[in-house]
């Protein structure tokens, strides 16, 4: 072999071995190329679920935080509603606690007036012994009230009996201890009581407690939900 063909075959081998380094460099490129994009989707795509992670965190906080404020918002309205309530059935207690007072106050009776609370002590008697069915009684009242009773003791006395169908009983008046008088509005804090009687056992085990702010409380407390139910009616209308 001379010297030109051994350079021509040398050509060719080095134009081969070019090609295959060429063909390998394309294959190394494209491979690079695609796990580029590979890579690069992924980072992305990390990227988007992070985003959308920290936007769920932040919609549910933004959620919570409305429902906090709404809760809230809500027992306010809740809390002014109930303190509404209740000045409206103070009122009315109050006001039915000042027409007690003209059943039961002295210096306001005519003789009709007079009448009538006598005739209520009575009553309010009689309803005490029935409920406490003793032969044997202590009664407590309102100093000014002492007359009255004393007029209405024995005929209150002998309706239970006949009612009962029992001996009259013992009605002891307490002239040590008297219920508080009527409310004062110089002294707005001190205990008062509005007319009627407290009557007990001789022991003081049982105590039947017939004043009228006590029978005042015993009707609110029962009237209370009819009460109720109306003011949320109108609040609503």
Do not use: W
């Not at 580029?36 to 935080?65: G, H, M, N, S, W």
């Not at 429902?67 to 109930?82: D, H, T």
């Not at 509404?84 to 027409?99: C, G, L, N, P, T």
């Not at 005929?155 to 008297?178: G, H, L, M, R, T």
């Amino acid at each position: 072999m001379n010297d030109i063909d051994v350079s021509s075959q040398i050509q060719q081998m080095v134009k081969f071995i070019r090609l295959e380094a060429e063909d390998k460099a394309n294959e190394i490129f494209i491979s690079t190329e695609e796990e580029f994009d590979i890579e690069k989707l992924q980072l992305v795509e990390t990227e988007k679920k992070k985003i959308r992670q920290e936007f769920e965190r932040k919609k549910r906080q933004v959620e919570i935080r409305k429902k906090i404020e709404y809760s809230m918002q809500l027992n306010s309205s809740r809390i002014k509603v109930l303190q509404a309530q209740d000045d409206v059935i103070s009122s009315m207690k109050e006001a039915a606690s000042k027409e007690l007072l003209n059943v039961s106050h002295h210096h306001h009776f005519s003789l009709h007036h007079h009448h009538e609370y006598r005739s209520l002590l009575k009553d309010l008697i009689v309803q005490s012994l029935l409920r406490l069915k003793e032969p044997s009684v202590l009664l407590r009242c309102r100093k000014h009230d002492l007359h009255l009773v004393e007029h209405v003791l024995d005929s209150a006395a002998q309706e239970y009996a006949d009612k009962a169908n029992v001996d009259p009983p013992e009605i002891i008046i307490d002239n040590q201890v008297y219920l508080p008088p009527g409310p004062n509005h110089h002294n707005v804090h001190d205990p008062y009581c509005s007319g009627g009687v407290v009557l007990a056992s001789r022991d003081g085990k049982i105590v039947c407690e017939n004043t009228l702010d006590a029978r005042l409380d015993v009707v609110f407390r029962k009237k209370l939900p009819e009460v109720n139910t109306l003011y949320i009616t109108f609040f609503i209308l």
